[in-house]
T-cell receptor
């Protein structure tokens, strides 16, 4: 149980294009999903918290107009990197919080999406 | 002061030894603590969580929590080369959305 998927697992795009990353909780409902970014040899950096049916909460320094987050259902959140530039190249990881009464209320991570912007 | 602090390592231990990973946190109101393992190029995977003071054992892993000292640790018994990874300590914040605050991670290297 507690499986989170991400799609695509890797993407290469040209500078100026937009890229959408999907995060799905496969066997549980996730009222809250989190988006992280990780640069090589650095720790996870939380970008935003996404709640189903409401606007995402962005961390300080993260541009909400550049990183669009949509949490349309209890099992799906999407992150769109708009007008991507080479400095946006990173490993993007989502996590989902299993908040069901029987759960341990922990965050489970997706496998990550490696974005390379040329 | 960082909210969650870990020694970056690398911590090098021989195969079969006990690896001890430490983490301190600054928010005294924190209630939930997690250890994740992250292999290079992969996303974190949950190893253990602990909520109460004391020890919690799961197979070769033991998490220890001391809220008075704001300290949480992870012991790995009978370390194997496959345990070589970065171990992330995470603390759930008491604020809104219960987001996790991660330490920078400790790199563990288990050598044969």
């Amino acid at each position: 149980g507690a499986v989170v998927s991400q799609h695509p697992s890797w993407v290469i795009c040209k500078s100026g294009t937009s890229v959408k990353i999907e995060c799905r909780s496969l066997d549980f409902q996730a009222t809250t999903m989190f988006w992280y970014r990780q640069f090589p040899k650095q720790s996870l950096m939380l970008m935003a918290t996404s709640n189903e049916g409401s606007k995402a909460t962005y961390e300080q320094g993260v541009e909400k107009d550049k990183f669009l987050i949509n949490h349309a259902s209890l099992t799906l959140s999407t992150l769109t990197v708009t007008s991507a530039h080479p400095e946006d190249s990173s490993f993007y990881i989502c996590s989902a919080r299993d908040k069901a009464p029987h759960s341990t209320d922990t965050q489970y991570f997706g496998p990550g999406t490696r974005l390379t912007v040329l | 002061q960082k909210e969650v602090e870990q020694n970056s390592g690398p911590l090098s231990v021989p195969e079969g030894a006990i690896a001890s990973l430490n983490c301190t946190y600054s928010d005294r109101g924190s209630q939930s603590f997690f250890w994740y393992r992250q292999y290079s190029g992969k996303s974190p995977e949950l190893i253990m969580f602990i909520y109460s003071n004391g020890d919690k054992e799961d197979g070769r892993f033991t998490a220890q929590l001391n809220k008075a000292s704001q300290y949480v640790s992870l012991l790995i018994r009978d370390s194997q080369p496959s345990d070589s990874a970065t171990y992330l300590c995470a603390v759930r914040s008491a604020g809104g959305y219960n987001k996790l605050i991660f330490g920078a991670g400790t790199r563990l290297a288990v050598h044969p």
